[in-house]
């Protein structure tokens, strides 16, 4: 990195940190600038970002790369832990992250069933349907041109409507437990898996396609062995897209209607409690969930597209 480009960087996010505590507080910046807390954070923002840039630096040459990431992550987490300390902010604003932890550990069981209750039977059921009907719907296009004509642009209207109109209506059609939140689900992710393996499809080489003609090979056997390998990156592309989407439409749909257990349910009863660690929790469980999802697809990617220049490097 330029040596310019780093005082560049500490300064803007000294300055972010600057105006994110001047709207927690809801004082003016300068009144911040006044206030010797405020040197102190914006010390130990300059000092952690500096170490992290040093290892980054380092471990890009290096097997410890993943690494970086959770040593930014624990900075951020510290910064968090000092200014709550620090200004001794009411936990029904901002809860520290040791008492977030410590809610995690205490509410494992309650934690645990939501989590089977919105991840693993809404969430990742939906996901898993809703993905495998786009990618079949997809070969039914790429069959036929009066699909590709008639059904995309009603795909493209359906990815158009508001989830919060969608959910409470399919609450009422498949009832209040995990079935109407897997049908929220394969409506949220379908479409965006459907575009990427549209296009997938037209990945490979047109003079591949003739050599597979010239060869006698039938539409199936180049589907199988020419045009899927060609579409695996967009069809991975279109996974990890709807893993976010899915969690995202699992847990919302839960405010509509759901049984006394889920992380909709849970969130929106404990943020009406005042009870925020509560509440960090279960986003923490969720983003859990998310990370270990997509880094499972990721994995899945790297095994499958090894032969793709995107794969290569890493």
Known sequence: MRAWLKPVIYGAGGSLLLLGLAALFREGPRNLLADGRFWLLFAIWGAAWAVNAKIADCALRSATRGGVALLFGA??????????????????????????????VASGPILWADFVQTILKGALSGWVIGCSVALLTAVLIDRSPFLQRGLLPVGN???ALPIVGIAPILVMWFGFDWHSKAAVVVVMVFFPMLVNCVEGLKAADPMQRDLMQTWGAGWGQSLLKLRLPAAMPFIFNGLKIAGTLALIGAIVAEFFGSPVVGMGFRISAEAGRMRLDMVWAEILVAALAGTALYGAIALAEKRVTFWHPSQRGR
Do not use: G, H, N
Request: charged share 5%.
């Open 157 to 159: 209207f359906v990815a």
């Open 75 to 104: 900075t951020l987490l510290l910064l968090w832990e000092v200014t709550v300390r620090v200004y001794q902010i009411s936990p029904v604003i901002l809860p520290a992250p040791s008492a977030v932890a410590a809610q995690f």
